[in-house]
């Protein structure tokens, strides 16, 4: 074969290998690769019996499950399409995106099920195109054990093309509505290819999945284990449980897992004598991902896992890994999110006349791997956009040193312009995340009538700490330029921060709370 395995290929593969190993789990449920493979083509062919061909797209609605395993399995098998959908959406925004690509079918866990039925009438889907993943039938959708169990067990007999969609991984949409990213099984393979060299992984792995199953995250970390024959166990809890996590990892020998800032500040949390329970040492590799992390942050999180190396990476839904920095490079780089991964071509920082810039500088990063998607669905201008030739932008600023090292700076959307000048928020931020009172900081620009945007801070202070917003002000005197230091500070509590479900801070959000008097509860 020329090409890659595409996931449903792997787990024939590993299936044929290894077939009493256990390939998934989730805390509940497990399956040995020969099983999972078996349910994948129950469900698939079952698929195909309701009218499920040629592209169609099926919109999958859960909270972390083993049963995203066997539907992203299932829709390769037989040339569907999967689209994921963000769990934390409201009705609305996932209507806006059933319609968008016009999905044919929808499978959907027991508590979004209500929800899903006060817009079927808006869906306009056949009898039979709502499928619930339940322990009871609800009236007018199917039921998805049935459709695994009771299928046809052998390999669907379909062709398809590794140039063929798999996904359509919708974003975020904090600056309008969600644009779904194209990704084949082609860049999906070597997604997997790629993380398997650049991590190191083998079949002796298990690797915990914490975000979101519906996020490119797991998803990526998810078939590339598969690829290399490890064991996966999808923590399947509603919302994240730092200490339940971390006897997860004690408790089932994880050797790898990928988490954001925020869990890992959430872990730092944890009583040292509770910490000190958990027997860590099977944890040789960590992630730290999805959203800018503090220096301190990585510190800490390095002294906590002293058994564990820590990989920071950069990348996208659209571009996959854009970067990875090494442990052995953690020292010396420290602040920086590495160097370009295996299989791409050198970053461009292009300024705005797309001109390179020295480095040193600040510009917009493209990057050209064959790790990017393939375009913006039914959106042929903005996929446009997005590229300069065959390089990538996801509106990234960032900074080359002159060890090739990249150091992210800001979103260009979130840039801050006072008085002329610009600001990129991640360089207050860092500056008041180093103060000792500061737990966790956000900077936006809110209007103002004289400077055109003032540079405000939304600070979370450490846990019994008390300082004032003159104090706090007063401190970043001589640490940064004068234009930068911010000019009002909100404190606010942890769970008032607005995030997405990957624990990336939505600034948009912040700022238009903060910018009508209210702070983000």
């Not at 409201?90 to 079918?105: H, M, N, Q, T, W």
Request: glycine share 8%; net charge negative; charged share 20%.
């Amino acid at each position: 074969m020329s090409t890659p395995l595409n996931i449903s290929q792997m787990l024939v593969a590993q299936a044929r290998l290894q077939p009493q190993r256990i390939g998934i789990r989730d805390l509940e449920n497990e399956r040995s690769f020969a099983d999972w493979n078996e349910s994948a083509c129950r469900l698939a062919n079952n698929l195909v019996a309701l009218g499920l061909t040629d592209g169609k797209r099926i919109a999958v609605l859960a909270h972390n499950r083993i049963e995203w395993a066997e539907i992203y399995v299932a829709v390769a098998k037989v040339g569907l399409i999967a689209v994921p959908i963000n769990f934390r959406l409201s009705a609305s925004e996932i209507l806006f995106i059933c319609k968008d690509c016009s999905v044919s079918a929808l499978i959907a866990e027991e508590p979004f099920v209500d929800l899903i039925d006060g817009i079927t009438d808006q869906l306009d889907l056949p009898q039979g195109a709502f499928i619930s993943i339940s322990r009871q039938v609800h009236k007018g959708w199917r039921d998805y054990r049935e459709l695994a169990e009771t299928g046809d067990p052998s390999e669907p007999d379909a062709f398809v093309s590794p140039e063929d969609t798999w996904c359509l991984m919708y974003t975020s949409g904090t600056t309008g509505n969600p644009k779904g990213a194209i990704r084949d099984h082609k860049s999906a393979s070597l997604i997997s290819i790629m993380t398997c060299v650049e991590l190191g992984f083998s079949r002796q792995d298990h690797g915990l999945l914490v975000m979101p199953m519906c996020h490119a995250n797991s998803l990526y970390f998810f078939i590339s284990l598969l690829s290399i024959g490890a064991t996966s166990t999808i923590f399947s809890v509603r919302s994240f449980d730092a200490e339940y996590c971390l006897r997860t990892m004690s408790e089932r020998g994880i050797t790898f897992t990928s988490l954001t800032p925020t869990h890992y500040m959430m872990l730092l949390d944890i009583p040292v004598a509770t910490r000190a329970q958990a027997n860590l040492s099977s944890v040789e590799r960590l992630m730290i991902s999805s959203a800018t992390a503090r220096v301190e942050t990585k510190r800490a999180v390095m002294q906590m896992f002293p058994n564990s190396g820590l990989f920071e990476l950069y990348g996208s839904t659209e571009a996959a890994w854009v970067t990875m920095l090494h442990p052995d490079e953690q020292f010396d780089h420290l602040g920086t999110v590495g160097r370009e991964v295996i299989g791409s071509q050198a970053i461009k920082l292009l300024d705005d006349a797309d001109q390179e810039v020295p480095d040193g500088m600040p510009g917009e990063l493209y990057s050209c791997s064959p790790y990017n998607f393939s375009g913006y669905w039914n959106l042929p201008e903005k996929t446009e956009e997005a590229f300069r030739g065959e390089y990538l932008s996801v509106g990234d600023i960032a900074i080359r040193n002159e060890d090739g090292f990249i150091r992210l700076i800001d979103r260009k959307k979130n840039m801050i312009i006072t008085g002329g000048e610009n600001v990129y928020p991640t360089e207050v931020e860092a500056l008041l995340g180093g103060h000792d009172a500061v737990k966790d900081v956000a900077v936006v620009g809110c209007a103002h009538p004289k400077w055109g945007e003032e540079v405000t801070a939304a600070v979370v202070l450490q846990n019994g700490v008390s300082i004032s917003e003159a104090e706090l002000i007063d401190w970043t005197k001589g640490k940064i330029a004068g234009f930068k230091r911010p000019r009002r500070i909100i404190f606010l509590q942890s769970d008032e921060m607005p995030r997405n479900t990957t624990g990336k801070i939505m600034h948009r959000i912040l700022r238009e709370r903060l910018s009508t008097g209210g702070s983000g509860s």
